[in-house]
């Protein structure tokens, strides 16, 4: 699967072997008006390939200086498309960083107890998993 550069957003496809997850790290910036244009075939390309490897996607965003109100509503279509589909969805964030606290924590509500999302916090110096 290729990475995505659109603008001043790249989200770089870090493919690894099974059991371990798809890993999508997004780094610049979202802030093209519409951005579900962009992500939304993207997205679908990531779910197809977590489906057929049989494995999560896990999303860091602890690198990505912005993204726009539009961007938030692009991630919940993710998350309930992931939801439809069985796939596991791990959201890394930097807690550290207040626009990341905010917007992440407020996704908490798409929790469901299923153990599809998980929105996992870390300090900007902690190490990846």
Do not use: C
């Not at 939801?83 to 807690?95: K, N, P, Q």
């Amino acid at each position: 699967m290729e990475s995505l550069k659109a603008g001043d957003l790249v989200i770089e496809v870090l493919q690894a072997l099974p059991p371990e997850p798809l890993r999508l790290v997004w780094r610049g910036k979202s802030n093209e008006r519409n951005p579900s244009i962009l992500l939304a075939p993207f997205f679908a390309r990531s779910i197809e390939e977590a489906s057929q490897r049989g494995v999560a996607i896990e999303m860091h965003f602890e690198a990505l200086d912005h993204f726009n109100s539009s961007t938030i509503t692009a991630l919940i279509q993710l998350i309930q498309d992931a939801r439809r589909r069985g796939i596991g969805l791990v959201i890394v964030y930097d807690a550290s960083v207040k626009w990341q606290r905010l917007s992440f924590e407020a996704l908490r509500v798409f929790s469901k107890g299923d153990g599809l999302l998980e929105l996992r916090a870390r300090a900007a110096a902690e190490p990846a998993a």
